[in-house]
């Protein structure tokens, strides 16, 4: 079966600092993947998105990165650390040559920037 | 761009039935409509999916008219714990498979 593993689960960093969060899709090859962040209260905003290995696409302008170094592994990267990154942070992968809409989402990652 | 626009809020109470109703009158021709649940501080997770007609499962129900620019989710007898956000969703194949989630509905079921 398929399992998808994001991690940390919460961590606060301090304004300016670097980020690295991942996420590691199992039992399934070559899935579409996703990075959603949250703030409290609000809805679903999508970061970053990948049809494959080394293909990102940016959803929003803003200092966080996204790369796909291996085919089921997904990074968020920040060089610098804002305020305004605090929220709340979902990976989710989809299979990928359909149209069907069914994604399946980590556990997320709470962020707070200090 | 198949948008969704979705009430922003409703209240219920315990055992009643919850209609949610989603509008994407721009939807595709290949598009599926998809519904998600999200409790606070967890990831959505699939409820039900849908092309036409109606669905149901044994955690709801999906209701599609023929021309398909809405949808209606039903959630027979409501518990507290259906207490979260609803997110509708609609496939957009013209966009990459990228998946757009709106603001949601959300639900509180009252005692």
């Known amino acids: 079966s398929q399992t998808i593993h994001q991690w940390p689960a919460t961590l606060v960093q301090p304004v300016g600092s670097p980020l690295s969060l991942e996420c590691t899709v199992e039992?399934?090859?070559?899935?579409?993947l996703y990075w959603y962040r949250q703030a409290a209260g609000r809805g679903l905003q999508l970061l970053f998105y990948s049809v494959g290995i080394g293909q990102i696409s940016s959803e929003v302008p803003q200092n966080l990165s996204a790369s796909r170094p291996q085919d089921r592994q997904f990074i968020l990267s920040s060089k610098k650390l804002l305020l305004s990154d605090s929220g709340f942070y979902l990976c989710?992968?989809?299979?990928?040559?359909?149209?069907?809409?069914?994604?399946?989402f980590g556990q997320g990652t709470r962020l707070t920037v200090v | 761009l198949a948008k969704t626009t979705q009430p922003i809020s409703m209240d219920s109470y315990e055992g009643q039935e919850v209609n949610i109703t989603c509008s994407h009158n721009?939807?595709?021709?290949?598009?599926?409509i998809t519904w998600y649940q999200q409790f606070p501080s967890q990831g959505p997770r699939f409820i039900i999916q849908g092309y036409k007609t109606k669905v149901t499962n044994e955690v709801a129900s999906l209701f599609i008219p023929a021309d398909r620019k809405s949808s209606t989710l039903s959630l027979p007898r409501v518990s507290l714990s259906d207490t979260a956000v609803y997110y509708c969703l609609v496939g957009d194949k013209a966009a990459g498979n990228k998946l757009t989630f709106g603001g949601g509905t959300r639900v509180l079921v009252k005692p």
């Open positions: 721009n939807i595709a021709t290949n598009d599926y």
């Open positions: 989710a992968w989809k299979s990928v040559g359909t149209t069907r809409t069914e994604a399946f």
């Open positions: 039992g399934t090859s070559n899935p579409n």
